[in-house]
T-cell receptor
Framework: KQEVTQIPAALSVPEGENLVLNCSFT??????LQWFRQDPGKGLTSLLL?????REQTSGRLNASLDKSSGRSTLYIAASQPGDSATYLC???????????FGAGTRLAVHP | GAGVSQSPRYKVAKRGQDVALRCDPI?????LFWYQQALGQGPEFLTY????????KSGLPSDRFFAERPEGSVSTLKIQRTQQEDSAVYLC??????????FGSGTRLTVV
């Protein structure tokens, strides 16, 4: 059974720091991996999607890497800003299925 | 519409009451998903439709939960005889092929 774990569960940093959020999954047979952002009381906003054949994706200050064989992904946030404060969720689509398996998320607080 | 629309935004139900939650997916999106998100947790898969066919309902927690998508567009998640443990945010998502998922803002259900 595929399980997704995110570390740390919560993170509080001063503005300007570079951050690394970690995601691990137990079964390397995945179709793709997606990072989402969730603001309090809101739905999920897709940040980056990495297909299983890819190693990384970049969007602005965000970079996500995927090491499928070791079951790991990292989300790198450069020069963090208070507006980055949110919960970041990692999710995988297991091979042969069409559904997302989520981690519990990392709650990020960036203070001025 | 431009995004996935869910209604109502909030629902308070008395224990034992039946509720119906609606999801309007992005036009043309073949796949539609329902997820349940408890407080402080990541979303958990409930069920998946491809057009009007319900291809996976393995995540539905009990036979009190029922979902339909009769014409392959709008979907309704129905919960009969609600219990307190049903209190959660119910998220709907749609996708075209496997090129990422777009989530709605969710319906927050509180059972009192």
């Amino acid at each position: 059974k595929q399980e997704v774990t995110q570390i740390p569960a919560a993170l509080s940093v001063p503005e300007g720091e570079n951050l690394v959020l970690n995601c691990s999954f137990t079964d390397s047979a995945i179709y793709n991996l997606q990072w989402f952002r969730q603001d309090p009381g809101k739905g999920l906003t897709s940040l980056l999607l990495i297909q299983s054949s890819q190693r990384e994706q970049t969007s602005g200050r965000l970079n996500a890497s995927l090491d499928k064989s070791s079951g790991r992904s990292t989300l790198y946030i450069a020069a963090s800003q208070p507006g980055d404060s949110a919960t970041y969720l990692c999710a995988v689509v297991p091979g042969g299925y069409n559904k997302l398996i989520f981690g519990a998320g990392t709650r990020l607080a960036v203070h001025p | 519409g431009a995004g996935v629309s869910q209604s109502p935004r909030y629902k308070v139900a008395k224990r034992g009451q039946d509720v119906a939650l609606r999801c309007d997916p992005i036009s043309g999106h073949v796949s539609l998903f329902w997820y349940q998100q408890a407080l402080g947790q990541g979303p958990e898969f409930l069920t998946y439709f491809q057009n009007e066919a319900q291809l996976d309902k393995s995540g539905l927690p009990s036979d009190r939960f029922f979902a339909e998508r009769p014409e392959g567009s709008v979907s309704t998640l129905k919960i009969q005889r609600t219990q307190q443990e049903d209190s959660a945010v119910y998220l709907c998502a749609s996708s075209w092929e496997n090129y990422g998922y777009t989530f709605g803002s969710g319906t927050r259900l509180t059972v009192v």
